[in-house]
């Protein structure tokens, strides 16, 4: 029993020695012969078949002269129907041309049989119709013979595919029992239980039958994962990998555990003007993708796709001096949000939706917000929200950023609360245990860059203050576990005070959740320039911190540094990579290894790096 793109089929040709079988006298149990009006109904999933090959559904076979009465046979993009004519050695044969059976994907097929006609409907499709020379025989003994179930007794024409219901249902057609149906390729006349067993819920009663994930082999890109594919299996043959699809991405099972060794210049990526975010992610059955905020707006922004080991310019989006992409999704639907900032009146940021049929991000919905610098996109007992980043209304930097709530029944999101920051420049979520947080990085008051920024959790359908915390012109939270453990790290810009000679050279800080305070505190500074960003991303078990350092007061062209974690001793420097304006990194995965992307506010240039590992 294999499960494959959601549905469970008995695979038939798994290396047994014999074939399954049963005497017809089994079903025929009062008289011999065949029936002269039946249908066929079978669902099946079969994989691409080589030219010249013929694989049997399933035969009807006289055990003495080994010689076959009927069967139901496929080829390539053939479905044929084999008759022995009573009293003679003739065999009538009815081929269906271009049926399309053997793509890999589930078909529900019903073949019906009466007087000298042969039906055939495929998932509840138009029937087409063949006329035989002569009628189906009205006495085709099946005595001494036997039925065979994806084969036609020998090995040779196995069936390779997935078999998830064959029915023999006397009469005329059968079709109209199936259809219409919400699903015709899997159509349902009579699915044994066993294949219709679904997880097991806490509650679940009756017994459990073991059954196999489906398994692809590559050592290319990885197949398509989507709700079709959820619980199939991946080897991933390049990076000694096993990984399970659960709906949506590939979850990794098992890993030969890689370790840093150093960092390689990997893609010099020129944008249409400097880019202050870089958004690298997912679309299921389309691939990786990377939407760059970039600052001109009569160039606008752009989104990037990566095909053959590179990303590679995909679509031009129209934004007014962007600031930050924010991708996610509701339901299956999948969006983008961009930050855009320019002053205008009204100043509007625009929310993507991608477009499966023309492959695009098109305009969904405009909100109404000032000097926006960040969104972020999460949800809380399963509803959708949004909250952005203002940072300032003409000169006032002390005005609120909105959180907004998905309306399932308008389809738009909706204000759902205002919340006081300064000068907001990032907002993060995350959980811990049954809580939910959202952590702003407040930069400026419009007096002192010496703020709190604070953090809010998620009581009685909002959110109110936990903490505040003190820092310096924070531009940027990151989140992350260890061990068990919650960290938060803050990345601190810039001093804005008339007696300290560098202002842009301060420590940034990592914070931990103490269980026995139930706040977060100071666990490690590190000394930045001017940092706008933190990404921390793992490599097999190591865990790694780089920072975006921007600016020291002369120059645009620094060291930005990865830091790795050693236990006790926290986050230790391990490679600095010379970086010109560095704003933001993003960490990303593909078939060809692991990467550090960064963008660059003063320069076209962005930067991606590979990681290599042994």
Not at 207 to 223: F, I, S
Not at 314 to 333: L, P
Not at 463 to 472: G, H, K, L, M, R
Request: charged content about 20%; proline content about 5%; some cysteine.
């Amino acid at each position: 029993m294999v499960q494959s793109r959601g549905s469970r089929g008995l695979r038939l040709a798994g290396g047994a020695t014999t074939a399954m079988s049963f005497p017809a006298s089994q079903i025929f149990t009062n008289c011999d012969p065949f029936p002269a009006e039946f249908s066929l109904v079978a669902t099946i999933k079969i994989p691409s078949l080589r030219q010249k090959r013929n694989e049997y559904i399933f035969s009807v076979v006289e055990e003495r002269s080994d010689s076959l009465l009927l069967g139901l046979r496929v080829s390539k993009n053939r479905l044929h129907f084999l008759t022995t004519l009573p009293g003679t050695d003739g065999r009538s044969r009815l081929s269906f041309k271009d049926v399309g059976l053997d793509d890999n994907r589930w078909h529900t097929v019903v073949l019906a049989i009466t007087g000298p006609y042969a039906i055939l409907t495929v998932d509840c499709g138009l029937p087409v119709e063949l006329k035989q020379v002569q009628s189906f025989p009205s006495t085709l003994s099946t005595r001494g013979s036997r039925f065979f179930i994806g084969s036609r007794r020998r090995w040779r024409g196995r069936f390779s595919g997935l078999l998830r219901q064959l029915v023999l249902l006397p009469g005329s057609d059968a079709t109209p029992r199936l259809c219409p149906t919400s699903d015709p390729s899997l159509a349902e006349l009579s699915v044994p239980q066993v294949l219709k067993s679904t997880p097991l819920q806490p509650d679940h009663q009756g017994p459990v039958y073991p059954y196999e994930a489906e398994a692809r082999v590559t050592q290319g890109n990885p197949p398509s994962c989507s709700r079709p594919e959820q619980g199939q299996l991946w080897f991933n043959a390049q990076r000694k990998g096993l990984f399970i699809c659960d709906g949506l991405t590939w979850r990794t099972l098992l890993q030969n555990k890689e370790r840093l060794d150093y960092v390689e210049d990997y893609q010099d990526l020129y944008t249409s003007s400097e880019t202050f975010d870089v958004e690298v992610f997912s679309i299921p059955s389309e691939g990786l993708f990377m939407a760059a905020a970039n600052r001109d707006s009569l160039s606008g922004s752009s989104v990037y796709k990566w095909r053959n080991g590179s990303f590679q310019l995909y679509q031009n989006i129209s934004t007014q001096e962007a600031r930050a992409w924010k991708h996610f999704t509701i339901d299956d639907k999948i969006f983008l949000v961009v930050a855009n900032s320019r002053e205008a009146e009204p100043e509007l940021s625009v929310i993507y939706r991608w477009n499966r049929q023309r492959r695009r991000f098109l305009r969904f919905q405009t909100l109404e917000t000032h000097g926006a610098l960040d969104w972020e996109a999460f949800q809380i007992h399963n509803h959708s929200f949004l909250v952005v980043a203002n940072h300032r209304r003409d000169s006032n930097h002390n005005i609120q950023s909105v959180i907004y709530r998905w309306n399932p029944k308008t389809k738009l999101f909706e204000v759902n609360q205002t919340l006081s920051t300064s000068g907001a420049y990032d907002w993060e979520f995350f959980t811990v245990g049954p809580y939910h947080f959202l952590v702003v990085a407040n930069t400026f008051d419009g007096q002192t860059t010496t703020i709190s920024s604070t953090i809010y959790v998620w009581l009685d359908g909002c959110f109110q203050t936990f903490q505040n915390i003190p820092t310096v012109g924070a531009t940027d939270w990151e989140t992350f576990q260890i061990d068990g453990r919650f960290f938060l790290a803050v990345a601190n810009s810039q001093k804005v005070s008339d007696s300290d000679p560098s202002p842009y050279s301060i420590n940034s800080t990592v914070y931990e959740l103490s269980t026995l305070t139930q706040t977060f505190i100071r666990f490690q500074d590190i000394l930045t320039h001017s940092a706008v960003d933190w990404e921390f991303f793992t490599i097999g078990d190591e865990k790694f911190l780089v920072v975006a350092n921007s600016y020291d007061g002369s120059s645009y062209s620094l060291n930005s540094v990865v830091y790795r974690w050693r236990g006790y001793e926290g986050f230790v420097p391990v490679h600095s990579l010379p970086t010109f304006g560095c704003r933001d990194w993003e960490h990303f995965s593909t078939d060809e290894g692991s990467f550090l992307i960064y963008s660059s506010a003063t320069s076209r240039l962005s930067k991606v790096f590979k990681l290599k590992t042994y």
